[in-house]
């Protein structure tokens, strides 16, 4: 049986290639900086000492991601990033990260910070997950 594509000169279907991959250059020499991935929870008193809510300690009940990117001997300037909704892309003269986030993320409203006598990026991203109402309620 032969299998019919949509468009006959296509060479595979969006379906087979990996979401992220238009970024990715593997010709690039550029060294794969550190980095460490965190969850992170907003809680407040009534989370902590009343247990009012439906919090807990988990993973579901983070709303942000936060990249820590250890980036010695750079100047902020150097950095360029850029955010999609599940892709982060960094470069630097020396380092290149292309990371394919855990969760989608709200890539228009996320914070970057450069903590220069670290020498590390920390990046903030709101977390989008479609059942969030269920923790979050």
Known sequence: ?????ENSKTIWNTEEVP????????????????YEIFFKQRVGTEDMFLGMSRKDSS?????????????????????????????LDLRTPQKKLLLHLPHPVDSKNGKAHFLSEEEILEVTLRMIREFDYINFA
């Open 1 to 5: 049986a032969q299998v019919k594509s």
């Open 19 to 34: 979401e992220g991959s238009e970024f990715d250059d593997t010709w690039d020499p550029r060294e794969q900086p550190e």
């Open 59 to 87: 993973t579901a009940c983070c709303e942000d991601l936060v990249i820590k990117i250890k980036l010695p001997e750079t100047k902020f300037s150097d950095i360029t990033l850029d955010l999609q909704d599940k892709v």
